[in-house]
C-alpha cells in the first residue's frame, strides 16, 4: 500500500497562491507530517512539518484536518523559482518497520509567467 | 544555517571501480543517511546508520555498498566494484534523533556516473 499519494502534476502561475494537497490514510499515532522540495540535480530541502491543526513558517503554511488523514501544503504567491517537485512524507514506514523516509513520486510544480 | 556537504559533486567512474563518497554531516547530529535518485526516478532509501553501525538499511544496499565514519566528522559511503546501474544521484542526510516528529537535512548530492 502506498505510504501518501498525492497529485503527479500541477500547474500555475505566478502570484497565485498554490495548494498540493496529500493522503495518508493509514497514517501512524506517531506520524508527522512533513514536505520537501526538491530542484533538479538537487537534494531535497525541508519546507515544513507538523503534525495537527496548522502549522505556518516563512515559506509555506501546512493544513491538517482532525482526522489526519490527508493534509495541504499551501504556497502563497509563487513565483517561477517555485517549479520544483513536492514531496509529502510521513513518518514511521508500518508496512515495511522503516524508520527512515520514504519518498513517493510527489508532485511537480510548474509555474509559469 | 548548518547545512550537509557532500564531496565530490561529480565523479565519473569505470565499472568495476571502488568509489568513496563522502559527507559531513550537521555537527550535532547523530543519525546518517545515504539515499540516492536515479535520473528520472524516486529517491531512494539505502542505509541509516547511528552510534557507529547501521541501523537499517534498503534492499538495494547489498554487498557491494559499505558505510564508515572513519573519524569524528566524516561519514562515507564506498561502493565496492560499481556497475552501470549505479549511475545516479547519492544524497546523503543527517538528524539529531529519528522520532517522526525529527527533520532529515539533506545534502546536495554528489553524482556518479558510471561508464
Known amino acids: 500500500l502506498a505510504k501518501t499519494t498525492q497529485p503527479i502534476s500541477m500547474d500555475s502561475y505566478e502570484g497565485q497562491e498554490v495548494n498540493i494537497t496529500c493522503s495518508h490514510n493509514n497514517i501512524a499515532t506517531n506520524d508527522y507530517i512533513t514536505w520537501y522540495q526538491q530542484f533538479p540535480s538537487q537534494g531535497p530541502r525541508f519546507i515544513i512539518q507538523g503534525y495537527k491543526t496548522k502549522v505556518t513558517n516563512e515559506v509555506a503554511s501546512l493544513f491538517i484536518p482532525a482526522d489526519r488523514k490527508s493534509s495541504t501544503l499551501s504556497l502563497p504567491r509563487v513565483s517561477l523559482s517555485d517549479t520544483a517537485v513536492y514531496y509529502c512524507l510521513v513518518g514511521d514506514n508500518e508496512d515495511t518497520g522503516r524508520r527512515a523516509l520514504t519518498f513517493g513520486s510527489g508532485t511537480r510544480l510548474q509555474v509559469q509567467p | ?115
Open chain 2, 1 to 115: 544555517e548548518p547545512e550537509v556537504t557532500q564531496t565530490p559533486s561529480h565523479q565519473v567512474t569505470q565499472m568495476g571501480q571502488e568509489v568513496i563518497l563522502r559527507c559531513v554531516p550537521i555537527s550535532n547530529h547523530l543519525y546518517f543517511y545515504w539515499y540516492r535518485q536515479i535520473l528520472g526516478q524516486k529517491v531512494e532509501f539505502l542505509v541509516s546508520f547511528y552510534n557507529n553501525e547501521i541501523s537499517e538499511k534498503s534492499e538495494i544496499f547489498d554487498d557491494q555498498f559499505s558505510v564508515e565514519r572513519p573519524d569524528g566528522s566524516n561519514f562515507t559511503l564506498k561502493i565496492r566494484s560499481t556497475k552501470l546501474e549505479d549511475s545516479a544521484m547519492y544524497f546523503c542526510a543527517s538528524s539529531e534523533t529519528d522520532n517522526s516528529g525529527n527533520t532529515i537535512y539533506f545534502g546536495e548530492g554528489s553524482w556518479l556516473t558510471v561508464v
